[in-house]
């Protein structure tokens, strides 16, 4: 039985240790990331300093404050069930749709293969489109500006939404994990001054939203029928589909991995910033506005 007990004292120095510190590690990541995706992470900033200021009364012992935060503890908790309901009720929901354990919510290739495909599409009917994709930023009241549709990412359904006159063909659509969360979503305009004077609204209210977030936003222009992309507070105009693809994995795959980049990332990186990307404006100034 020397290799059991070799194996559970294995088991009791180090891998117990390990796993209960990598369970424990994954279980507050996940908790963290859906307090911010639901925004209730302001209640959580709430009941720290309330915390805090009960430990500041205990130690230097204020027994008045101690006595009117007792007083005022109880009202406290039913006031912030009261006024943060929607968001418990959102976390609950989440937690019941085992959002807690999904370990990767990014869109997988073929579905920003779909993206493309219809962006292609689109082009080619000069039919124009939008398509935020969110990444770290939480763009939640964007997605309360359109309608909610919580679908498969696909090519036909974003066809469906952009190729005829309907209500929600002038606004956005929103990728969030994935999935389309919304449509017909208002974006804010740039507020640059030195916009070329040829972009449209679809142009700047892309160029906003990428200054307002993280988000990536594929453009289809109506006129030209050229695709773009606008991220980091510039608009790359006139990409290939090949380029917005390879753009739209590496951006969304820099942002999975905590903003580390490949040998060949920082390559396609700088080919597609020397290429003869025609931005909304002048290059020189977008460069210059990038290295700030």
Same mark, same amino acid.
């Not at 696909?154 to 994935?178: C, E």
């Given at each position: &039985? ?27 990541? !996940? ?5 911010? *995706?639901? =925004? ?15 430990? @500041? ?33 959102? %976390?609950? @929901? ?7 354990? !999904?370990?990767?919510?990014?869109? !997988? ?10 962006? $292609? &599409?689109?082009? =080619?009917?000069? !039919?124009? #489109? ?11 009241? %964007? ?39 919304? #449509? ?21 209210? #892309?160029?906003? &939203? ?16 050229? %695709? ?5 507070? *510039? ?7 090949? $380029?917005? =693809? ?5 951006? %969304? ?6 903003? @580390? ?7 396609? #990186? ?23």
């Amino acid at each position: &039985m020397t290799w059991y007990q070799n194996l559970l004292e294995f088991y009791n120095t180090i891998l117990r240790p390990l796993l209960d510190v990598a369970i424990l590690a994954f279980l507050l990541y !996940r908790v963290y990331d859906l307090l911010v *995706k639901t =925004q209730a992470v302001q209640l959580v900033r709430g009941a720290f300093f309330l915390g805090l200021f009960f430990g @500041i009364a205990s130690i230097f012992r204020l027994t008045t404050l101690q006595w009117l935060l007792n007083i005022m503890a109880p009202g406290l908790f039913v006031a912030v069930a009261i006024v943060f309901q929607p968001e418990l009720r959102k %976390i609950i @929901i989440r937690l019941g749709q085992g959002e807690l354990f !999904r370990l990767d919510a990014r869109p !997988r290739l073929g579905q920003l293969e779909a993206v493309v495909t219809a962006a $292609e &599409m689109l082009s =080619q009917q000069r !039919r124009g #489109a939008l398509v935020v994709f969110q990444r770290k930023v939480n763009i939640r009241n %964007i997605v309360d500006s359109g309608t909610r549709l919580n679908a498969d990412l696909s090519s036909s359904l974003i066809v469906t939404v952009f190729a005829f006159d309907g209500p929600l063909h002038d606004g956005a659509l929103v990728v969030q994990g994935g999935r389309i969360t919304a #449509a017909g979503c208002l974006l804010p305009l740039s507020e640059q001054q030195d916009i070329q004077k040829s972009f449209g609204t679809r142009h700047r209210a #892309a160029l906003g &939203m990428s200054e307002a977030s993280d988000a990536v936003i594929l453009v289809v222009s109506e006129e030209t029928g050229a %695709i773009s992309l606008a991220y980091e507070s *510039k608009l790359y105009y006139d990409l290939s589909p090949l $380029e917005v =693809q390879r753009k739209l994995k590496e951006l %969304i795959d820099r942002d999975a991995r905590g903003g @580390i980049k490949t040998g060949a990332e920082k390559i396609l #990186a700088e080919t597609l910033e020397e290429s003869s990307i025609v931005s909304a404006v002048d290059k020189e100034q977008v460069l210059s506005r990038g290295d700030e």
